[in-house]
Each structure stands twice: as C-alpha cells, then as structure tokens.
C-alpha cells in the first residue's frame, strides 16, 4: 500500500540531489573559460561558460587605423566563437547532472 508512496520520496530526494548538483555546476561555470578564436588567431577572447568576457587579445599587426572595420569584424567573430563554445561546454557540464534522464528535444535546465 504504501509502496508508491517510498517510490515518490525517493524520487523527491533524487530531484533535490539533482539541484544542488545543478546549483554546484552553475557556480563553477563562472571559473571554467572557453577561448574562441578569428583571423587565424589574429583575434582571441577567452569567456566563462556563464559568458563573461575575461579577456580579448588583438595582434598588433590588426592596429592599423585603415583596418578597424576588419579588426571591429575580427573581435566580433571571436566573441561569438567563444560563446558558441561555452554554451557547448556548459551543455555538458549539465549532462553530467542529469546522465540518467531523458528528457525532450530542446528542453533546457536549469529551469
């Protein structure tokens, strides 16, 4: 009879291991950093999995005042490499959490 009442608590006791391991992973995603990269390197930014840029690293040779369009494109380009990786890592690191679970197509956590 109350069988399915130990079924349901177990899961609530695993929904609230799964949080604060989501919660854990939120936190570290701050201090773990993705570098993207343009113009062969030219340009480089390295960002946290949460997004915020750390660092932007522009080669002298792009210093040019005749080549600020190219260098804005450039820097523009790295950036979003950058975040095109974290948003990659930071999709794993939340695979990591919820594994087991198989959840819809496009169905993002944290809620």
């Known amino acids: 009879m109350f069988g399915k009442l130990g079924d349901m608590g177990a899961l609530f006791k695993q929904a609230q291991e799964m949080q604060a391991k989501m919660e854990k992973i939120q936190e570290e995603m ?4 993705v570098d993207g990269a343009a113009g062969a390197g030219l340009v480089s930014v390295t960002m946290t999995l949460k997004g ?3 660092n ?9 005042t005749d080549e600020k369009e190219i ?3 450039l820097v523009m380009t790295a950036i979003n490499d950058a975040k095109k990786r974290a948003d990659e890592q930071a999709q794993n690191e939340m695979e990591k959490v919820t594994g087991g679970l198989n959840l819809p197509a496009g ?5």
């Open 71 to 73: 260098l804005e494109d």
């Open 30 to 33: 701050e201090n773990i950093t």
């Open 56 to 64: 932007i690293s522009i080669d002298p040779s792009l210093l040019k």
């Open 52 to 54: 915020t840029v750390k």
């Open 107 to 111: 169905f993002k956590l944290p809620f």
